[in-house]
């Protein structure tokens, strides 16, 4: 059994292979692209490789696929070559969030993938700044997962000024082949999801500053009276204070004040309190 979705490119290539780009590549691999992850050298392309099959063993027992780990695995390849791009559909750069290594990385890859789309999975970086280091910004955009990648079910869809609309509606079949919903939005800065997650955030950390309640209590005004799964305040306690100030800042420069990162939230990094990955947030976390 093929098992491949028609709507999934047929060749995809991955570009990073660490927590999102092995998230990214297992999604098209269940999907039946064929995908080869590109990473920095051999040894960390190996352990990318291995990450991405014991995940697919995971699915695999989960009962979340009909196919079976051998043909999920001859799907797979890995290496440290952009060249073994040449062949791809798509190509989705997921290395870290550094604007010069993302322009030499994408630029790279459409060197390499001259009959690619290329995607970045940047969660902030503009579309636009980065489609003018390329030769074919019309095919490129933006494909913004969510972490953890297999459990989430939203993609932003980020379209870019460049970017033909051909392109635009194949990203949408793309997403809807891994099973997960495209949310298609403009080049703004935090595009849909950051630039709403954190007003929500920063607003009931000033609720919390002024006194109106507690954490619990903000928490499950929103948890039970509007059905967030998880309120603004151990939201940001999961993501952590330090990503959640720095997303904040960049929206204040970029957006005005109404971003501007609240004295407590400043106070509670700069004290180390950054949330679950220290134990201490809005919440005490233990292991
Ligand atoms: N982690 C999240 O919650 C999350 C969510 C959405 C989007 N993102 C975005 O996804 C991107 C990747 O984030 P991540 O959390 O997976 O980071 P990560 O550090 O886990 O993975 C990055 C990978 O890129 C590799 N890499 C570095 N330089 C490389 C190069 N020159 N060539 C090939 N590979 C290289 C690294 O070895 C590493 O495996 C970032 O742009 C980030 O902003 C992250």
């Known amino acids: 059994m093929s098992g491949r979705n028609l709507l999934a490119p047929e060749r995809v290539g991955v570009l990073g292979g660490g927590r999102m780009g092995a998230g990214i590549a297992h999604a098209f691999l269940l999907a039946g692209s064929q995908v080869v992850v590109v990473e920095r050298d051999e040894p960390t392309a190996a352990a990318a490789g291995e990450r991405i099959r014991e995940s697919l063993r995971r699915s695999v027992e989960r009962g979340s696929t009909d196919q079976t780990f051998d043909e999920l695995e001859a799907l797979l390849s890995t290496g440290a070559d952009t060249a073994l791009f040449a062949d791809r559909d798509l190509v989705v750069e997921a290395v870290p969030e550094d604007r010069a290594l993302k322009v030499d990385s994408l630029r790279r890859i459409e060197a390499a993938a001259p009959g690619a789309a290329v995607a970045s999975n940047t969660s902030s970086i503009s579309i636009d700044d980065l489609a003018a280091s390329l030769d074919r910004p019309q095919r490129f955009l933006g494909l ?77 005004a929103m948890e039970l009276g509007y059905r967030h799964p998880t309120g603004p305040l151990r939201t940001t306690d999961i993501v952590g204070l330090d990503v959640r100030l720095g997303i904040a800042e960049e929206l204040h420069a970029k957006l005005g004040d109404r971003f501007a990162p609240p004295q407590l939230l400043r106070d509670m990094v700069a004290d180390g309190h950054l949330g679950r990955k220290t134990g201490r947030g809005f919440y005490e976390w233990s292991e």
């Not at 609309?165 to 939005?185: C, F, I, P, S, Y």
């Not at 080049?187 to 002024?210: C, K, N, T, W």
């Open 144 to 220: 913004h997962f969510f972490n953890p990648v297999p459990a989430s079910s939203l993609v932003e869809v980020v379209v870019g000024a460049a970017t033909e609309q051909e392109l635009v509606d194949d990203a949408r079949g793309w997403v809807e082949a891994l099973g997960k919903t495209a949310v298609v939005v403009a080049d703004a800065p935090g595009f849909a999801s950051s630039r709403l997650g954190v007003a929500i955030a920063l607003e009931a950390i000033r609720m919390l500053e002024e006194g109106v309640a507690t954490a619990a209590d903000i928490d499950a």
